[in-house]
């Protein structure tokens, strides 16, 4: 049963934008720290930004100010926007949901490219 549905990667121009999607199951999004996390070939998957439940947001300082997520309670969905974007962005970018009393859960990763 899939958990964590992702949608919205794609190819993108040096200095473009995209908006990924993470639709969760409600039991689990109601009661999770929701995050972003990217790997890029060759490298260790890393957070890129997480939201909590009460809406406190943490970025990886590579991109603060260009990245924003958010969290809509109504539709159990979180969203990174991802601005001006770099071709160091590049990368798979996974969503994540976790909490306490039910674990750890991902996406199975949407593929977001920063080309020209």
């Known amino acids: 049963q899939v958990q964590l549905v992702e949608s919205g990667g794609g190819l993108v121009q040096p200095g473009g934008s995209l908006r990924l999607s993470c639709a969760a199951s409600?039991?689990?999004?109601?009661?999770?720290?929701m995050g972003w996390y990217r790997q890029a070939p060759g490298k260790q998957r890393e957070l890129v930004a997480a939201?909590?439940?009460?809406?406190?947001?943490t970025y990886v300082l590579s991109v603060k100010g260009r990245f924003t997520i958010s969290r809509d309670n109504a539709k159990n969905t979180v969203y990174l926007q991802m601005n001006s974007l770099k071709p160091e962005d590049t990368a798979v970018y996974y969503c994540?949901?976790?909490?306490?009393?039910?674990?750890?859960?991902w996406g199975q990763g949407t593929q977001v490219t920063v080309s020209s």
């Open positions: 939201i909590t439940t009460r809406g406190t947001t």
């Open positions: 994540n949901a976790g909490s306490q009393s039910l674990g750890i859960y």
């Open positions: 409600e039991r689990i999004f109601v009661i999770s720290t």
